[in-house]
């Protein structure tokens, strides 16, 4: 450990080169980590504030949920039996407030259930976004679809869904609006073993949300793109010190002779690759969890304690590997034949 903490301060320059690339790829990773579960907090915040269960749509649907329409005779069977279950649908819609600005939303409906707002006709139940947008409980709201008017009655948190806030309203209201008496789906919670219903097509709630139009695509190429980021600081670990060791073949060579033993030198390497790692991502982890307060108003990002724990954790092991792939040639080095070399 003291040889190792002797080399860096001998070779500042060279090791904070490596340290600040690192502590760029690690800072760019936890950002777009972030806007990756920003988005899909966005994305499906309704389905993810779930508890673990299965969604059933129609099989004629196609694992399109908007497509899906489940027979009423089914639907009573099902919440007969299961009394935590229920009915819902989902369609994308608008409404226009009291100053004729029309707003995006999805709008919600659902049997009674202690999973969904339940709210009487004529009311509704806003995404707190909206809030934030200047509507307030006792507005009116209109629906071209909709031959009456909504009451806003309060505002819950965490419910988007395809990046629009969510509108709860009463089953008999989206019934007139949609033209339809079925609902689309079927939730159960905590479902362990699998329930076959006759006609539909069971889904876990990860599955369910690759269903959303554009989630999994979303979620494909940020996660991609993280993942190539970790890829890369591994690689730029195995070329710093692959150069490294090339340099002080001859060192090796005289410490090896004076009876330094190879896993010694391996300890040292490591110890170098985690002062390193551990200050860079320090400063990245700083930073990125800042972001949250410079970051634009508006902008989905989500950066969880979790989330950043098993990225340093993966940042730590890739950096090991690397390190590690690049120490072989110690092993190889022959004390006479190292010395004979010279140090580069």
């Known amino acids: 450990m003291n040889i190792a903490w002797k080399e860096i301060k001998k070779n500042k320059i060279r090791f904070m080169i490596l340290g600040s690339i690192v502590f760029l790829v690690s800072l760019l990773t936890f950002i777009i980590s972030g806007l990756a579960n920003g988005l899909s907090q966005d994305n499906a915040a309704l389905i993810k504030e779930l508890p673990d269960g299965q969604f059933y749509m129609n099989t004629d649907a196609e694992e399109t949920y908007n497509l899906s329409l489940i027979d009423t005779s089914v639907q009573d069977t099902v919440l007969s039996e299961k009394e935590e279950a229920a009915a819902l649908s989902i369609q994308m819609g608008f409404l226009n407030d009291e100053k004729d600005k029309q707003r995006s939303v999805a709008f919600v409906t659902s049997t009674e259930s202690k999973l969904f707002e339940n709210v009487k006709e004529g009311e509704i139940v806003l995404d707190r976004s909206l809030e934030e947008e200047g509507l307030k409980v006792g507005d009116t709201l209109t629906n071209n679809q909709f031959s009456g008017e909504f009451i806003v009655k309060g505002f819950v948190d965490q419910q988007k869904y395809s990046h629009a806030p969510v509108a709860f309203i009463n089953m008999e209201n989206y019934k007139e609006m949609y033209r339809v008496n079925e609902m689309q789906l079927i939730f159960i919670p905590g479902e362990e073993s699998l329930l076959a219903i006759e006609g539909l097509q069971s889904f876990s709630n990860t599955e369910f949300l690759n269903t959303i139009p554009s989630y999994s695509a979303e979620q494909l190429?940020?996660?991609?793109?993280?993942?190539?980021?970790?890829?890369?600081?591994?690689?730029?670990?195995?070329?710093?010190?692959?150069?490294?060791?090339?340099?002080?073949?001859?060192?090796?060579?005289?410490?090896?002779?004076?009876?330094v033993k190879t896993s010694t030198l391996f300890k040292m390497m490591w110890a170098q690759m985690l002062f390193i790692t551990v200050i860079a991502l320090g400063l990245s982890i700083a930073l990125s969890q800042s972001f949250n307060y410079i970051a634009p108003e508006g902008m989905p990002f989500s950066l969880t304690a979790a989330t950043t724990v098993q990225l340093s954790i993966v940042f730590l092991i890739i950096g090991f590997v690397g390190a590690t792939l690049s120490g072989i040639q110690i092993k190889k080095v022959e004390p006479l034949q190292a010395i004979q070399q010279g140090e580069v």
């Open 221 to 259: 190429s940020l996660n991609m793109i993280v993942w190539f980021l970790v890829v890369i600081s591994g690689l730029l670990f195995a070329i710093f010190f692959y150069m490294i060791n090339v340099q002080k073949i001859g060192l090796y060579g005289i410490l090896k002779a004076i009876g």
